[in-house]
């Protein structure tokens, strides 16, 4: 079963780094060990790293179908999606456990996981 794991940052570490998106040097050997581990276990389907939040854009469609645009998000949360990995593995067990191995999980972060709806054709 396919799962994603979304991985959320603290935003409190944005803010202690001038809100740049960046690795912090301490951790960037575990982001690479995490995503050669996913990949030598052989169930990464797909992932991601998500660009700078400065640079999201959001839609909103109203009542009557006009579209509104606005840079942001900028909703008061304390967690900013930072990327995402979709994995392939037997049930949700075995997805929380490499969901806990995560990077992502630590220093104030976390990492959702959701199981990915499969429709027929």
Do not use: Q
Not at 7 to 22: L, M, P, Q
Not at 37 to 58: E, M, R
Not at 106 to 119: D, I, K, L, N, W
Request: hydrophobic letters at 40%; a negative charge; proline letters at 4%.
């Amino acid at each position: 079963m396919k799962y994603m794991l979304l991985i959320n940052s603290a935003a409190a570490a944005e803010a202690a780094t001038g809100g740049k998106e960046e690795v912090c040097a301490d951790s960037y050997g575990d982001w690479v060990a995490y995503d050669k581990s996913v990949k030598d276990a052989g169930i990464l389907v797909d992932a991601h790293s998500l660009a700078d939040l400065t640079t999201a854009t959001t839609v909103r469609i109203g009542p009557a179908g006009e579209r509104t645009i606005t840079d942001g998000p900028f909703a008061e949360t304390r967690e900013i999606l930072g990327g995402y990995y979709v994995i392939d593995v037997p049930d949700l067990d075995v997805a929380l456990d490499w969901a806990a191995r995560c990077p992502g999980a630590r220093r104030g972060g976390s990492v959702v996981v959701r199981p990915v709806a499969e429709f027929e054709d």
